[in-house]
């Protein structure tokens, strides 16, 4: 699996205090977009592909991948981080006070020796997010982007549908966002979060079981609910087709079109990077 670089003719290294700057790490790879504030258009995408197990060894590739590259000693006027992990739990923002990060997140996660708890509180579905990261890479990460706000993966795919939704209430919505070996699933009521996991897969099979038993425990219709698609699915998969036999509203998400997109992006799919070009409106 190649690299991606996609860079618009009318990027300036010059002018990134006006640029937003949007990082996503994880154990399958590295990948960034710069949105033009001004201009409201996304003028650069790079995706630097890992092929890892164990999160102690992102630290070697983050670092390499970002001093190999002259973009990031310019200084941007924003920078928003996402981590993906399976290592996470949420916790309804009226249960928690002030007890143990490490409680929250280990009561449900094997504990792990280099691993410290961050928090993030998803206000529009009002809980807290705790998450594991590897300490030497958000020590790094502090360090290389002091403006930077990290979070983790779920937040956009969360809170900026959550956002769109707020005319919708009481359309039932899956999303599920894909990655090499995982996927995110969200489940949503209008504006009200009702469902969030993130399972591994071998198989098509595997992933439509899953969904399929959401549907079964949530008592979701196959023939109202709308099933929406984002991330490394290619719109030939098998999966898809399964999915659009089972479940009648399928689609492919659409890009968000109050902005506008480098024409170098064309070569892929709207769907394939939708939450890193989604991050900046989450707020």
């Known amino acids: 699996m190649r690299d991606i670089c996609f860079i618009d003719k009318t990027f300036d290294s010059k002018q990134t205090h006006l640029y937003h700057l949007s990082i996503r790490i ?12 001004p201009k409201a258009k996304y003028i650069v995408l790079k995706i630097h592909h890992f092929f890892l197990k164990r999160e102690r060894l992102l630290l070697k590739y983050v670092r390499d991948v970002i001093d190999s590259d002259d973009i990031f000693s310019c200084d941007f006027k ?5 981590y993906a992990t399976r290592k996470f739990t949420l916790v309804p923002q009226a249960f928690y006070g002030r007890g143990s990060l490490e409680k929250f997140l280990w009561f449900n996660n094997a504990q792990e ?7 993030n509180l998803f206000s529009k579905s009002e809980c807290w997010c705790f998450f594991g990261i590897p300490q030497n890479l ?19 795919l969360i809170e900026g549908n959550i956002k769109r939704n707020r005319s919708n209430q009481g359309r ?14 969200v489940v949503l009521n209008g504006s009200k979060l009702i469902h ?14 899953h969904v399929l038993y959401a549907f079964e425990q ?6 109202s609910t709308e099933l929406i698609l984002y991330g490394q699915m290619p719109q030939v998969s098998p999966v898809y087709h399964l999915f659009k036999k089972y479940v009648k509203l399928t689609a492919f998400a659409k890009l968000d079109n109050t902005f ?8 892929l799919p709207e769907h394939y990077y939708f939450s890193l070009f989604s991050l900046y409106k989450c707020e």
């Open 113 to 119: 020796k280099g691993l410290i708890v961050e928090k």
């Open 172 to 185: 039932e919505q899956v999303h599920l966002n894909f990655y090499r070996q995982n996927f995110e699933i």
């Open 196 to 209: 969030c996991n993130m399972f591994n897969y071998a198989t098509d099979r595997d992933v439509l079981f």
């Open 78 to 82: 924003s920078v928003d981080i996402v």
């Open 218 to 223: 949530l008592k979701l219709s196959p023939d």
């Open 138 to 156: 958000n020590e790094f990460l502090l360090s290389k982007f002091p403006k930077g706000l990290l979070r983790h993966s779920l937040f956009p």
């Open 260 to 267: 506008q997109y480098s024409y170098t992006f064309s070569q």
């Open 26 to 37: 994880g154990l399958d790879g590295f990948c960034f977009s710069v949105l033009d504030i």
